[in-house]
């Protein structure tokens, strides 16, 4: 069966300090992944997907960068932190035309 | 334009109260419609997707159904343990995205 681990849970940063959050998917092949921000009280909002290794589409322009060195791996980065980028992140898989499925998060908060 | 409105943003009931959580949609072509829960502090787990009008599925005591417009998850006879917040999600065959409402929180009370 296939699992998705993010790590860490939970990651206090202070503002201008680099970010590094990494997400890895077991038991499937060539999965698209994708980066979220969840917003208290509000939806999912799409920050990058990737259907293959070095291919990104950023959907928001913003501080935030990210990557896939393997193909199921897939990281998310900032060099300079903002106090906005706090947030929940989540990391997501899926194979075409089925269901996304979701890690279970790493809360930010920005001081 | 792409849009997904869920209502109401949040429900109490009392064990065993039965209602209908609500998920409007509008998309240039739907290839599929989600249903998730999420609990406090976790990611979303996958429930339903639903893919034509007229299409329903069931799960314990939840059953979602769709429409043209619209999905419903009835939820029978809840439990406490029922208690999460429920995101609907459509797919934009037109954009290939998936686009989320902002969710219903339930809290069903013993």
């Known amino acids: 069966s296939q699992t998705i681990h993010q790590w860490p849970a939970t990651l206090v940063q202070p503002v201008g300090s680099p970010l590094s959050l990494e997400c890895t998917v077991e038991?499937?092949?060539?999965?698209?992944l994708y980066w979220y921000r969840q917003a208290a009280g509000r939806g999912l909002q799409l920050l990058f997907y990737s259907v293959g290794i070095g291919q990104i589409s950023s959907e928001v322009p913003q501080n935030l960068s990210a990557s896939r060195p393997q193909d199921r791996q897939f990281i998310l980065s900032s060099k300079k932190l903002l106090l906005s980028d706090s947030g929940f992140y989540l990391c997501a898989w899926s194979v075409r035309g089925k269901p996304q499925h979701f890690g279970d998060g790493t809360r930010l908060s920005i001081l | 334009e792409d849009q997904v409105t869920q209502s109401p943003e949040a429900l109490r009931l009392q064990e065993g109260e039965s209602s209908s959580l609500n998920c409007s949609y509008t998309v240039s072509g739907l290839r599929g419609l989600f249903w998730y829960r999420q609990d406090p502090g976790k990611g979303p787990e996958f429930l339903f997707t639903?893919?034509?009008a007229g299409e329903e599925k069931e799960k314990e005591r939840l059953k979602a159904t769709l429409t043209k417009k619209e999905s419903f998850l009835h939820i029978t006879a809840p439990k406490p343990e029922d208690s999460a917040t429920y995101l609907c999600a459509v797919l934009s065959s037109n954009t290939g995205k998936l686009i989320f409402g902002q969710g219903t929180t339930l809290q069903v009370k013993p």
């Open positions: 038991g499937t092949s060539n999965p698209n």
């Open positions: 639903l893919y034509s």
